[in-house]
């Protein structure tokens, strides 16, 4: 199984990007999938989740600005980012919890995508 993230890049602030997570390889069922963040020296912040019912969670900081979603053409997820601030200068991550066609169930990481901000 594999995750690859994408969509990072330079924006000004105020601006939009959107990052997107591919799941690949012999996946039967995602339980939930999670978009994290982490700048040099801070611990890995949790930023978006959604379940596998649909159901989404944010952290406070990017409540009404950020939207994390399914992609339904690959197996995966959209985080759109909109009105973007440079305190979200971060590497962004990609996770997903899910069971794969072997019956094992455990967690995943893609490569981290670097989205800068400027003031």
């Known amino acids: 199984v594999q995750l690859q993230a994408s969509g990072g890049g330079v924006v000004q602030a105020g601006g939009s990007l959107r990052l997107a997570c591919a799941v690949s390889?012999?996946?039967?069922?995602?339980?939930?999938m999670r978009w994290y963040r982490q700048t040099p020296g801070e611990r890995r912040e949790l930023v978006a989740l959604i379940n596998d019912d649909g159901s989404t969670n944010y952290e406070d900081s990017v409540k009404g600005r950020f939207t994390i979603s399914r992609d339904f053409a690959k197996i995966g997820v959209f985080l759109a980012m909109n009105r973007l601030k440079p305190d979200d200068t971060a590497v962004y991550y990609c996770?997903?919890?899910?069971?794969?066609?072997?019956?094992?169930?455990?967690?995943?990481w893609g490569q981290g995508t670097l989205v800068t901000v400027s003031s």
């Open positions: 390889g012999g996946v039967a069922r995602i339980n939930v």
């Open positions: 996770n997903a919890v899910l069971r794969t066609l072997a019956g094992r169930t455990n967690a995943y």
